[in-house]
């Protein structure tokens, strides 16, 4: 895959990211990244997605490792049969995500790097409640995201920061939309990460800003505050379908049917902001955004409900009537 590099100006080519606690090392330094161009939308392979073959993992042979801690989700740390170590997430959240990191990447953005297995072993796992199991004691749809050596995850991300190197860019407003678009109801600051990765294009290494958490989208954003554990849902084909996408527009201003966490980020989007989302995912062909959810073991007609709602949601923003002020005079 060919790319071209960030489109967003910074004031230094090398930047840091510090960590929190001032007592540990220097953090390492790079480049920071948030999106950059993919010169052929339509080479880009959404089944094996931002890993490609390359990084698949080896499930001859999976080892528990540890129990990963925090969110929604059961997770452990394993190692599987390569020897290389994996986040493996368990439940209703591991085929939504595998699905979302590859649109996310399609449309240009630094991500995590996943594979779903429809069935594995994990040597030495403890049991997971409310997990489904296969072939004896396997783990059914299991998402296995990648902990490459050498790349280091520090921080946390800010949305709503005006120190974030990217606030208030095309770039960023766009990752919203795209945010609206996935149904993510959890969009949250907790859920971001930078990610040190060596070796980048200029060969001092990248510092990469990618939403790490995924999990709860393709399902419906609910709308009352005060009971949306009731009107919340991530994974449901079908609920993600029958929500409404956009709201209205006004004036320059593009409104979202949207009912989860941070709202007030979509307050201020621009409609060409938006459109230039739709544009970047509107040169995938039905073929590959159909790949994305089948990457994700979802079922032939699932995969038929998501992959048209994705597509009528590109469309519906392609279409954005322009602002006034770019409409040429009668």
């Given at each position: 895959?060919?790319?071209?590099?960030?489109?967003?100006?910074?004031?230094?080519?090398?930047?840091?990211?510090?960590?929190?606690?001032?007592?540990?090392?220097?953090?390492?330094?790079?480049?920071?990244?948030?999106?950059?161009?993919?010169?052929?939308?339509?080479?880009?392979?959404?089944?094996?997605?931002?890993?490609?073959?390359?990084?698949?993992?080896?499930?001859?042979?999976v080892t528990f490792v540890k129990q990963e801690t925090g969110g929604f989700s059961t997770k452990y740390r394993v190692r599987d049969g390569a020897g290389r170590e994996w986040v493996a997430k368990l439940g209703g959240e591991a085929q939504s995500e595998t699905a979302a990191v590859r649109l996310?990447?399609?449309?240009?953005?630094?991500?995590?790097?996943?594979?779903?297995?429809?069935?594995?072993?994990?040597?030495?796992?403890?049991?997971?409640?409310?997990v489904e199991r296969c072939d004896g004691d396997g783990f059914r749809n299991v998402r296995f995201e990648a902990r490459p050596e050498g790349w280091d995850r520090l921080d946390e991300w800010r949305w709503k920061?005006?120190?974030?190197?990217?606030?208030?860019?095309?770039?960023?407003?766009?990752?919203?939309?795209?945010?609206?678009?996935?149904?993510?109801?959890?969009?949250?600051?907790?859920?971001?990460?930078?990610?040190?990765?060596?070796?980048?294009?200029?060969?001092?290494?990248?510092?990469?800003?990618?939403?790490?958490?995924?999990?709860?989208?393709?399902?419906?954003?609910?709308?009352?505050?005060?009971?949306?554990?009731?009107?919340?849902?991530?994974?449901?084909?079908?609920?993600?379908?029958?929500?409404?996408?956009?709201?209205?527009?006004?004036?320059?201003?593009?409104?979202?049917?949207?009912?989860?966490?941070?709202?007030?980020?979509?307050?201020?989007?621009?409609?060409?902001?938006?459109?230039?989302?739709?544009?970047?995912?509107?040169?995938?062909?039905?073929?590959?955004?159909?790949?994305?959810?089948?990457?994700?073991?979802?079922?032939?007609?699932?995969?038929?409900?998501?992959?048209?709602?994705?597509?009528?949601?590109?469309?519906?923003?392609?279409?954005?009537?322009?602002?006034?002020?770019?409409?040429?005079?009668?």
């Open positions: 895959m060919t790319v071209i590099t960030i489109l967003t100006t910074l004031s230094s080519p090398v930047l840091a990211v510090q960590k929190k606690d001032k007592q540990k090392a220097s953090p390492p330094q790079g480049t920071p990244v948030l999106w950059r161009a993919h010169r052929d939308a339509a080479a880009l392979d959404l089944f094996l997605g931002p890993g490609g073959e390359a990084m698949r993992p080896d499930l001859s042979g996310v990447w399609a449309a240009g953005y630094q991500t995590e790097i996943n594979y779903l297995a429809p069935c594995v072993h994990i040597k030495g796992a403890p049991g997971a409640k409310g920061d005006k120190k974030n190197l990217f606030y208030g860019t095309k770039e960023l407003q766009g990752l919203i939309v795209l945010n609206a678009l996935l149904n993510n109801w959890d969009l949250k600051s907790a859920n971001n990460k930078v990610v040190y990765v060596p070796g980048g294009r200029a060969g001092g290494g990248e510092l990469r800003y990618i939403i790490s958490d995924l999990g709860a989208t393709f399902g419906k954003t609910g709308n009352l505050p005060v009971v949306w554990r009731f009107t919340r849902s991530r994974s449901k084909p079908e609920d993600y379908a029958a929500q409404p996408f956009v709201d209205e527009v006004k004036g320059r201003n593009v409104f979202f049917n949207y009912g989860g966490k941070n709202q007030e980020l979509f307050d201020d989007i621009y409609v060409e902001e938006a459109r230039w989302v739709g544009q970047l995912l509107s040169r995938l062909s039905d073929r590959q955004i159909g790949d994305a959810f089948r990457a994700a073991n979802y079922t032939p007609a699932e995969v038929e409900v998501l992959a048209g709602a994705v597509r009528a949601r590109v469309d519906e923003l392609v279409n954005l009537a322009p602002p006034p002020s770019a409409r040429s005079p009668d």
